[in-house]
Nanobody
Framework: VQLQASGGGLVQAGDSLRLSCAAS????????MGWFRQAPGKERRFVAA????????DYADSVQGRFIVSRDNVKRTLYLQMNSLEPEDTAVYFC????????????????WGPGTLVTVSS
């Protein structure tokens, strides 16, 4: 599956933003999916994941309660609704296929697409 994230931009602290990840090829509807982010000069880190069913979700502590991951299997699109954004959320955001539910490591994800930059000003 090929993935393309979009929706990034420059926002102010406290604002909301929704990222999208469009999938082509492969079997999106049978894949667990996830979001990662990479801040300048830092390693890529897990943000959120969603089970193939769309019901089970997993969030990093840093975004729990502020971000919501969702999916539309008909549209073959993954979403990340980001609320109450903070300057610390500034990063390039990536979507990827999760190989096994519940795993959060970089090696547990694949089919990485190009990221989308989110910049949160204070």
């Amino acid at each position: 599956v090929q993935l393309q994230a979009s929706g990034g931009g420059l926002v102010q602290a406290g604002d909301s933003l929704r990222l999208s990840c469009a999938a082509s090829g492969g079997i999106f509807s049978r894949s667990h999916m996830g979001w990662f982010r990479q801040a300048p000069g830092k390693e890529r880190r897990f943000v959120a994941a969603i089970h193939v069913s769309g019901v089970r979700k997993d969030y990093a502590d840093s975004v729990q309660g502020r971000f919501i991951v969702s999916r539309d299997n008909v549209k073959r699109t993954l979403y990340l609704q980001m609320n109450s954004l903070e300057p610390e959320d500034t990063a390039v955001y990536f979507c990827a296929v999760q190989r096994a539910w519940g795993r959060r490591g970089l090696d547990d994800f694949g089919s990485w697409g190009p990221g989308t930059l989110v910049t949160v000003s204070s």
